[in-house]
């Protein structure tokens, strides 16, 4: 069993480690840059000096695509964390039980829906939509469910037959404006514009606030779903809300950056163990490990093998199920 | 002053009658012991008065109010339950399990009082000084003591115990039994379902026995707990003589 440390610790490391991504990944790429070029876009921004090239290059491609990593991860963790709490398994994680693939379903028909041209916003939506729904289903198969691990089973599955079905009809539809079989399968921020990013934002931070909200009768729910009713927790009110939560933060995390596994499973695993199971500190300081993650991945995924990019799911998979091995085989919870 | 009052309950579940027109009311102050054999329905009628479980027929009211109407968070300031373990895999510590049981009484906002109440439970079942603990890792008998810690600081008029003393040591039994007429003392209506007749006949004011679904007898033990009533209820063959130490009937098997 790991120690458990002050959440004080926890999140001046991590948010430490946040700010140390973010400028990391400002620059890195294929473009040079240093901190002179970032401080001048800076000063840019605000109307100070004449426009360089690398101007534009920081300020419209890589800024936005630093912070969609930052918040896709964020956003990864604490639907992970809540996915968790609610199911009260520790595997329960938005790739596996199928929410993330139904998301990408729900994201094509949003872009279906709209005219030519499409809005982001509808995309992001379509995919709230359809996360929620997929996690209502997996409400109503965990109530007839006895073992825990049926249910991750059957997520499994689902998640399996969705994400078969969303390569195919991505495929098959072949349009520009339908995002590519990659960037659905193996997620992607290479694609990220302001414009997602801003529509992406309000689904991410809504959903979190409500699982934030629902943290102390989460935590309550670990007893047991007779105990938490005993202590006043309306537990299938609680449920039906996190869910929602869930669906809600993924809808946005998957139509910024396409379907990404992991890190919704090992980051709240490796924290939990860290700082305990309270999901006040839990939720929040899961969401700063979710942001290193996955920006820190990136700047792998676009680095490694320069000038070709890796899609950011292989990376994931390739460091995360190794330290989840690692973790299972440990028994850390 | 009748705290708890149920009234003709009844719950059939595929067919068969489990609890079967079973009225009985506790007053404040007063500790019931339901005993039984296996089956016999102790554990529905519990759950019924927790407000679990609805009752096919009949009514129960706790503190005047019907339960029926009561929401989840109101019912968690009337009764606190304590019911069979579910913790193997709980990673918080013992504070932090005993301090939930103030969830119900958040609105109150009052955290000084909060800890103080938390405080003051785990002492008075001896799980002080297991509070830095995580629960998963106490011993069966720990987690049950930590449990009633928890259902203590819930300060609710009806405390309501499903074999509570099912894991303990004899020690702790009796100690765990002092802590419900302690509660009972201040005000409080407890329930407690109990496997062991010794502990029912020595610690509660009255005792209801079931069979079959039936209530059989109620009243004070020595009313209750005769020879021949327990030799059909448990169909086994007993006998009741006076405790030779305590002001009690003490229940012995005879041997087929």
């Known amino acids: 069993m790991i120690q458990q440390r002050s959440p004080r610790v926890a999140y001046w490391l991590l948010g430490t480690g946040v700010i140390v991504v973010m400028l990391v990944g400002m620059l890195a790429g294929s473009v040079d840059v240093g901190l002179s070029d970032l401080w001048h876009m800076v000063g840019y921004r605000f ?22 990593g930052l918040t896709a991860g964020a956003g990864l963790a ?66 007839n469910v006895t073992d825990s691990a049926q249910l991750v089973l059957v997520g499994i599955a689902l998640g399996f037959a969705l994400l078969a079905l969303l390569g195919a009809i991505v495929l098959a539809w072949d349009s520009p404006r339908v995002p590519t079989f990659n960037f659905w399968v193996f997620g992607g921020l290479s694609g990220v514009t302001w414009s997602t990013f801003g529509a992406a934002v309000p689904f991410v931070l809504a959903g979190a606030a409500g699982v934030v909200t629902m943290g102390r009768s989460l935590d309550i729910l670990a007893l047991g779903e007779d105990e938490a009713r005993h202590l006043g927790v309306d537990v299938a009110r609680l449920r039906l809300l996190t869910l929602v939560a869930v669906g809600v933060i993924v809808g946005g995390v998957v139509g910024l950056a396409g379907v990404i596994g992991f890190i919704g499973l090992v980051v709240p695993m490796l924290l939990r163990a860290w700082i305990g199971p309270a999901h006040r500190h839990l939720v929040l300081v899961s969401a700063l490990g979710g942001a290193i993650a996955l920006g820190g991945l990136d700047i792998l995924a676009r680095t490694v093998a320069a000038p070709v990019e890796i899609p950011i799911g292989l990376i994931t998979a390739i460091g995360g199920a190794p330290v989840l091995v690692w973790l299972l085989l440990r028994r850390v919870r | 002053m009748t705290t708890i009052n149920a009234s003709g309950i009844v719950v059939a579940r595929g067919g068969r ?12 102050g007063e500790v019931v012991g339901v005993v039984g054999p296996n089956g016999a329905g102790k554990s529905t009628l519990l759950r019924v008065l927790a407000g679990d479980l609805a009752p096919d027929d009949g009514a129960v009211s706790l503190a005047g109010e019907d339960v029926a109407a009561a ?30 049981g103030r969830h119900p009484g958040r609105a109150d906002g009052n955290a000084e009082l909060d800890g103080q109440l938390v405080a003051q439970a785990m002492a008075r079942v001896d799980v002080d000084h297991l509070a830095d603990r995580e629960l998963r890792t106490l011993s069966s008998g720990e987690q049950q003591r930590v449990n009633l810690a928890r259902a203590i600081a819930q300060q609710s008029p009806v405390i309501l115990l499903d074999e509570p003393t099912s894991a303990l040591d004899v020690a702790h039994q009796e100690m765990v039994m002092a802590v419900l007429r302690n509660l009972a003392g201040q005000g409080g209506a407890v329930v407690a379902v109990l496997h062991d007749l010794n502990l029912a006949a020595a610690h509660t004011d009255r005792v209801l026995l079931l069979d079959g679904g039936v209530s ?31 002001d009690c009937p003490l229940v012995l098997t005879s041997g087929r």
Do not use: K
């Not at chain 2, 009658?17 to 404040?28: E, K, M």
């Not at chain 2, 009313?223 to 169909?235: C, E, K, N, W």
């Open chain 1, 47 to 68: 109307g100070v000096g004449e426009e360089r090239l690398t101007d534009s290059v920081l300020w419209s491609i890589r800024l936005p695509r630093v912070l969609a």
């Open chain 2, 17 to 28: 009658t489990i609890l079967d027109s079973v009225s009985f009311d506790v007053a404040a």
């Open chain 2, 71 to 100: 929401t989840v968070q109101r019912l968690a300031r009337l009764r606190s339950f304590v019911g069979p373990l579910s913790v193997s895999d709980v990673l918080f510590r013992v504070g932090d399990v005993v301090a939930m």
């Open chain 1, 78 to 143: 604490v639907a992970g964390v809540a996915l968790q709490g609610v199911f009260r398994n520790r595997m329960a994680d938005p790739h596996l039980i199928g929410v993330a693939p139904a998301a990408g379903l729900g994201a094509v028909a949003g872009i279906a829906l709209t005219a030519a041209g499409g809005s982001p916003f509808i995309m992001m939506a379509g995919a709230a939509v359809g996360g929620v729904l997929l996690a209502l289903l997996m409400r109503r198969i965990a109530e």
């Open chain 2, 216 to 246: 059989v007898a109620c009243g004070p033990a020595r009313d209750v707990l005769t020879g021949p009533r327990l030799s059909t209820a448990y169909a086994t063959p007993m006998e009741v003589i006076d405790h030779p130490f305590r």
